[in-house]
């Protein structure tokens, strides 16, 4: 049964782009999400996969970001194959000497079976996969747009633990106007019914009346609180962000905000919950204390960070119909 | 037959450096085509190569270019093998405290069993040959010196569109003057009997005297051109250059000529005809009009970008004595 | 016998972290240089290796160091390992964004099955090895601190010789001050009994008295010289040094030391003998003569640097429980 709905999402990402959370229906991800856990048991598994022997995927990262690099990097060589690792092509001489987006990605795509974006510009990535005629292509997040392997990591292990993606109770701290993550998390779960979020930030990074009207409309329930003490004790999971410092053009208005909601052992204890995870996209600079890393219901690094690479590994699979 | 040449080429090659155009004689030339069309085969099958495995092949990169690194990084692991990447290694600890290019070359080829180097200086690609003991070293550029494997790829892809590298009539576009793999082309041309080239560049852009008559010498007919309207409508191929911005001190001269001869749908049409190829070394900046990129002629982008890769693992599994 | 040596140091060694040669007990020095004999036969047999099949190592590079990095790439794909290669984190996002070593760290270890760091400050391999919870680290140098496998590839060098590491008699020529890699030398060489030094430095460039004292103390002989004239003419090594330009303050003073003592031809003539072997740590600034360099005692190039690749191997088989 498993095997057949494996095939049936395989037929539908084959040869495909992965650029969006959009193109993944609920039936999707619970497809995505079971071949996650097999990716799981073969990385690290002792007899090597050779899934991907004879792929070349090439990473082309004109934004370096080191984990999201690594962690790509790795999913391909978990799974036996090779990649054309190329950072800052913006520097080097071809796209200096004002080569297009689509010529070099047209020239990249002559090289292999997939390749990985990262972009600083919004829809960078949908126009490289619009160029590359023979490859798929996978967006590493493009700016301010999307990065939906990041959105699919964050709900898989969600999914993870409590095994369903409706019917959460979910609390959002920190930068909720500006995080990039933490849209997509409400998307994501707009997908899927009875979902309960509570958004916890400062004033001046909240969300959009825009978005919040958006969000509310797509059936999710939205409840903004201003302070720690009403925080609901029987939430599901805590996801938290760092309050991005690159937004804001007066640095005095980022130190009143950038410490105003730490989660410490003391906030987990009195508002959290024995069944309840807490979530970090990372990087973080202080709004999660330490001193819980160690806590098991911290899963931001390790877990979280691990599923990441399951599920580019899923993915790279898929795209490349190796499973 | 083609096995025994091919062993006859591997046995010249086996162990040797690739440093000019002018190591391969024709007949040469020919069996090198013949193993890259063995290549073009290998890569992307199905069945992943293992003739480069356990092989390690150093690319070392003074000078930063994405594509032949991509290319020479994807030839390798096409053929199953692995690679040292080094770029920028002056920016790293040991050139930067004043280690000589013998030196380093000398450390890596104690870790490989081939080099490929890029270097901004002319000649140098030959030393770091001449300092390598124990394994062969590729010239992947070096300065305004040569490029070999840009102009093998070049005289492959004419070779595999007309079967042969005689009896040619070609239009040269572009910076004459200073363009690399024009010069190889031509070179590569005179090894052959009756070949003619059209040349169309600005005044100011084109062969120096001294150039033009050394190539006439080697028996191939140049003719200089100074419009469209003199383009011979039955030319094999049409091979385009970027006017090199880099090269002028006065950019309101650049900015005169850059734009002069641009291939566009209607030029093509005019003077163009169904049989011929248009070719470009990349990168492109407009002299190539990008609506021409989806006609069958229009090899630049896959094809010429292809055989690049194929020439490259051709190379590689000759020198190291795979074939 | 060597076998269950072998077994018995992997016993010791798998899993754990490799930060200092204090670590390495006479008897693990004696199993690991048995265990590098055998890589040095891995090493470009004609048969690849798959020791470290489906093991990827992540190297991460916060200070450049071609050598040391090319080098463990090398060994780790020697083996037949994949790695995840991470350079200048700092200026990547995330560490950019203010993420801790921690964070970084413990982000990595999710991917791979072992680290490597190369880091600025003293202590970081240590403190990298305390937050990876999971995976072993490999200590590639944390600034004047240690370098572990580099003097072990020094020990293993003269060991692979002289087939001991008692009963030595050594000349150690140049910055005998500063050089981190003379230093570990002796530290290495005090582990056994009835060796010499001869230090042959600018009076600068001395040991402090407060090193001198502590090493004398640990069962070595040193005897500082002043003068060419006073090498023994019957030392079974010289380990020669770069004069560290960057530990200058003033350049003048620099200029004045720096060119001291060269090994010439002429020196290693008056004051040399057949069987002993002329070793540096590389990078080289003038202080060995090139002509020097085919001399067969002459090992910096070639053996000396091939070793460091051999011990990498065998410590990476080691700490992966691969032997």
New interface residues.
Partial sequence: MAKSLINSINGKFKGKDILSLDQFAPLDLKMLFSLTKKMKNIA??????RIL??N?V?LIFY?????T???F??AV??LGG?T???QN?Q?????A????L???I???E????AIVIRHFEVGSAKKASDYASSVPVINAGDGTGEHPTQALLDLYTIHEKFNRLDNLLGVVGGDILNGRTIHSLIKGLCKFKKNTLFLLSPKTLRLTRADFLYFQDKGIKLIEIQSEKEIPKNADFWYWT?VQ??RFHDLKEYEKVKNRFIVTKKLLKDYGNKKMILMHP?????EID?DI?RDPRAVY??PQ??NG?YIRMALLALILGKV
């Fill in positions: 690290f598994n002792a007899k090597p996969s022997d004879g070349i090439t934004e370096p970001s080191s984990r690099f690594g962690s990097s790795a060589k978990q090779q054309v690792e190329i092509p520097s080097f001489s071809s796209v000497k004002g080569e297009t689509s010529d070099t047209r020239v990249f002559a090289y292999c079976d760092r410092k690159e990372l990087p973080r600079v202080g330490i890393d690094l390790g960070t691990r690479m």
